[in-house]
Structure formats: C-alpha cells, structure tokens
C-alpha cells in the first residue's frame, strides 16, 4: 500500500496513530548524492592503510618483470625498476705510504682512476714545520733538567740544579758556601732566623720594592703625627709632621650663631610626625591633592577608563543576551532584539494518510 502525499505549504502536518508512514522517493524523483561511499570498500572515518596502493598505480612509474635485488631508478623520463652494477668486490688493499716533504702534515693521491696510491707527509718538526719529533730532537728534550720540587736555596754542582737549606751560595767564590748559621742582621727593624734562611721585619717596619731608599725617606719624613685646630670664628689648622715640620691653614667660620634647637627640641634631634607640613614643602611634579583636582581629573573620565569588577556595565548586546523564548513559543534574535510572536494560519492545513 503507498500513499501519494502532495506538499502544498511549508509545512506538513501528518497524524500518525500506530503503524508507521514510509515515504519513498520514487527513481528520478531526486538527484541521487555525488559524495563518496567508500575508500577501498572501507566507510566512516577512512585513512591510509597498507596494500591500498601498488608501485604499478603511481603515476611515471613503469615497472617490467621485477625480480630480487632490483632498484627503482630514474632513467630521465620515467621511474624503472633495474639491477644496479656499481657494487664491487675489493680485491686488494694498498699500504699507506709515509713521505716527509713539506712543512705540515699533507696528502696525495696518486693513480686514483686505477691503482690509487695514497702518500702521508710528516715532516721532521721544527720552529718552522709541523710535524714529527726526531730521535734526536727527543733525546735531547728527555735529558732536560727534571722539575724543582722542594723549599730553600738553589744549588748548582756541575749540571744537577737542587734546593740547599744547609748553605747559602757565595757569588765572590763560587767554589765555597756559607752556612745559614753564620748569617746575622743588625739593621734596624729587620730580624733573621739562621735556622732557616729566613729574613723578616719587625712591626712597624717594611722593605720598600716599588721606589728608591730616598722616596721612602721623604714620605716617611712628611708623614702626620698629630693635628690640632685652634681659634674660634677664625680657626687654625696645624698638622704635625714626623721630621719637625708643619702644615698650617685657616678658614672662617660661614656663620658663627649656632643652632640651639631644631622645633624646640635640644640634643640628638631627629625627624617625627607634624615637623613638617605640606605648605612647608615645595611640589614637585608629583602635585599634592586637592578635591578641586580631583574633580577635574575626574570629570574627564568615563567608563572606558575604569576596568569591571563583578558589577559589569550594561550594553546592548548583553541585555539581549540575557533574554530568551521557550522552544514553540515565539523567535527571539539576540543580536538585534526583535521578539517575533507568529499567528497560527496553518490550524486546519493537516494531510491525512
């Protein structure tokens, strides 16, 4: 049994009480979809799986009697497959061969179409070539004086070079020594133990090494050893100086009446709350507030120039936000506003199967 139901409106009513309607579209009727049902006889969410193409399906791709071993090749025109020749067997192995020609290390490369022979140049090292150090040049390095290790004097005997705490080298006589217990120090200010060879000064005192005797005999003579300022408004100061010398200068005071109290306070007086108020202080650019400020600065504001809180502004587009139909009872666009109350027309309209 069918039912031919023909759309008169928009809208089709349908009164449905127990068995099912099926509306079949008869052949031609509509155009069938031009979407694709399947990828390789797979449908829903299709993706590459492996078999799904052969090298003979790639375009520029020819492939002829493929047997092992055989590589895919561009010939110039298209991709073939063919059995690659260039590998080979070694069949001998050349020695490496050493020369010393040059002045750094260096190699060349003899018949290299054929019978390739590599040549290395190592020179003999020297202050103008890089290279390799001679026998000879080795034994001479190796017998060089080994490293010092220990405290005291040098001694030199014959080529040996040591440390000699027991004796002190005599340049007069070089043949003779001098034992460390035979030295002595008399100079004012230096000491000397002749258990060790050791020379020290005593508090006080030091050994100049950056100037002659008489530089540091003039600082040393010109150096202070006392000052004293005397007078009252005008004042005198004397610097005492090592050798009997003075330096003298005077200056008068700028103002001779004394501070007596700072805020009618004496002593060690130091700053608390109400010594100071804003007309005792002079405005920078940071300016102090006043409500006449205020309210200018503030009559130039608007809301664009103060961030929401939790309070948010009101606007358009929010208040239509907030408003809303239930589903049947009207349209309601929340862009512009416009509430939309349909009139039911369609009442009576209704198909009966």
Do not use: C
Not at 93 to 98: F, K
Not at 138 to 166: C, E, M
Not at 206 to 228: L, V
Not at 324 to 330: E, L, T
């Amino acid at each position: 049994m069918s039912t031919e139901i023909t759309i008169t409106s928009t809208t089709i009513d349908i009164n449905v009480t127990e068995s099912p309607i099926t509306i079949e579209a008869p052949s031609g009727a509509y155009p069938l979809p031009t979407s694709v049902y399947s990828v390789f006889g797979r449908t829903g969410n299709v993706v590459a799986a492996e078999g799904d193409y052969t090298l003979t399906q790639l375009a520029g791709v020819t492939i002829t009697s493929p047997v092992s071993g055989q590589a895919l090749v561009y010939n110039g025109t298209s991709w073939v497959n063919n059995t690659e020749t260039y590998v080979g067997t070694v069949t001998s192995v050349a020695a490496l061969t050493l020369g010393t020609t040059g002045t750094d290390l260096t190699s060349t490369v003899a018949n290299s179409t054929t019978t390739p022979v590599i040549t290395l140049n190592v020179p003999t090292a020297s202050a103008s070539n890089r290279g390799a150090l001679s026998s000879a040049d080795w034994s001479i390095f190796n017998a060089k004086q080994p490293a010092l290790s220990g405290t005291g004097f040098v001694k030199i005997s014959g080529t040996t070079i040591s440390y000699d705490n027991s004796t002190y080298y005599l340049a007069s006589n070089p043949t003779a020594y001098i034992p460390l217990t035979a030295l002595s120090s008399t100079a004012t200010g230096l000491t000397y133990t002749n258990t060790t060879g050791v020379f020290s000064t005593t508090g006080g005192y030091g050994i100049p090494t950056t100037a002659k005797q008489t530089t540091w005999d003039t600082a040393y003579n010109d150096s202070i050893i006392s000052a004293s300022v005397t007078g009252v408004t005008t004042k005198t100061l004397t610097l005492n100086q090592q050798d009997g010398g003075t330096i003298v200068t005077t200056w008068t005071d700028y103002d001779t009446a004394p501070v007596t109290s700072v805020f009618g306070r004496t002593g060690a007086v130091v700053a608390v709350n109400g010594d100071y108020t804003t007309s005792l202080v002079t405005e920078g650019t940071n300016l102090y507030y006043t409500q006449a400020r205020f309210d200018t600065a503030f009559a130039a504001k608007s809301t664009t120039d103060l961030a929401e809180g939790t309070n948010l502004y009101y606007t358009d587009v929010r208040a239509r936000a907030s408003n809303s139909f239930v589903a049947g009872s009207g349209a309601y666009n929340s862009t512009t506003g416009v509430i939309t109350i349909p009139t039911n027309n369609n009442q009576d309209r209704k198909a009966h199967v």
